[in-house]
């Protein structure tokens, strides 16, 4: 058997998870998966199981997590990650972000590996500075409905910085803008699958707010791309990864509407609280330190993106968000 260096990816079964697994395992990684599967789902990762060079545990990591072994890198990417999964499940949230972060620093230290965290463009809140640059300090609602998520990744950024300079622990923070790709996980209220999969079923398709809000999404190859290198380099400093291309929720329906040749109205439903009105990444630190920036135009990532949805088994339009049975601890 080669002997391959191991890397242990958090929230493995997930959307951005699976992809990091796909992709260490083609660099030629042993890639260990670490999932409580409440968000992730085992479909993401079928394809992997027959492999050598990967394993998987059904862990929660907000309790003491133990891997045999040595690790060369961590990725951190387990957190329920979309506003109606901090809704239902605001307190597991909170303590994957912020206890799961711990024990996977404390890992990283007992295994002297290299650890990378997946932060997110929510610590900027709603933000007062557009483009978003690393250097804003963001506009956080700590009590809103997002601050679950948001609080939990901006305490995640400042334990692993802590570790950085206390400890000498080699850390590296990503702080990723909205993203899409294949294995978005249908129905758990996130815009691109609530729009693809309202088109599937032939539903109308539902604008929050105006549709005046503003986001900016990155193709998920784009992203693990960014990662990867981010992974490699010596930047200790958070660094965003997004792709800079901004449009209007509106601009997006029609475009989502054109792709899919639904004929189906649009509808206007409540703005949710806190929705942040514009989102867009400066990504002038990656390209300057990683030599990065996105590939792959929203047109093209689209199309790729509703080829998944539509190759779905029927039945799989219709399946609630699952969220596994949990203690609510
Ligand atoms: N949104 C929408 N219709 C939907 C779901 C979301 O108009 O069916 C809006 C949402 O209010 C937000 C944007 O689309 O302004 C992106 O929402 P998402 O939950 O995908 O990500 P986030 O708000 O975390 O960026």
Request: include cysteine; glycine fraction near 8%.
């Amino acid at each position: 058997m080669a002997n391959r260096e191991r890397v242990l990816i958090t929230g493995a079964a997930g959307f951005l998870g699976s992809h990091l697994c796909d992709r260490f395992i083609a660099e030629g990684y042993h890639v260990i998966g670490m999932d409580n599967l409440i968000t992730g789902d085992l479909r993401n990762i079928e394809h992997l199981f027959h492999l050598e060079q990967f394993e998987f545990y059904n862990h929660d990591v907000s309790k003491f997590v133990h891997v045999s072994g040595d690790l060369k890198y961590i990725l951190h990417f387990a957190s329920p990650a979309s506003p109606i999964d901090y809704l239902k499940i605001p307190i597991q949230t909170l303590k994957v972000g912020s206890l799961g972060t711990h024990n996977l620093l404390g890992l990283a230290m007992a295994k002297k590996a290299r650890i990378l965290v997946a932060s997110t463009s929510e610590v900027y809140g709603d933000p007062t500075v557009h483009p978003q640059t690393e250097d804003y300090w963001g506009n956080v609602n700590p009590v809103g409905p997002r601050g679950v998520y948001d609080e939990a990744k901006r305490f995640q950024e400042a334990m692993t910085m802590a570790y950085h300079t206390y400890h000498g622990l080699e850390t590296r923070i990503v702080r990723i803008f909205n993203t899409y790709g294949p294995r978005m996980r249908l129905n758990d209220g996130r815009v691109l699958p609530a729009f693809m999969g309202q088109a599937l079923r032939g539903e109308d398709l539902t604008v929050f707010g105006d549709g005046s809000q503003t986001r900016s999404f990155c193709y998920v190859a784009d992203l693990v791309e960014g990662i990867y290198r981010l992974l490699k380099s010596d930047c200790v400093d958070p660094v965003n990864i997004g792709n800079p291309g901004e449009i209007t929720i509106a601009q997006f329906v029609e475009e989502i509407i054109k792709l899919t040749g639904t004929d189906q109205k649009v509808v206007y439903k409540p703005l949710p609280l806190d929705d942040p009105k514009q989102r867009q990444p400066n990504i002038s630190r990656a390209k300057s330190l990683l030599g990065w920036e996105p590939q792959v135009g929203r047109e093209e990532g689209l199309r790729i993106t509703w080829e998944y949805f539509k190759s779905l088994p029927k039945e799989r339009l219709y399946e609630e968000a699952h969220h596994r049975d949990f203690q609510k601890d």
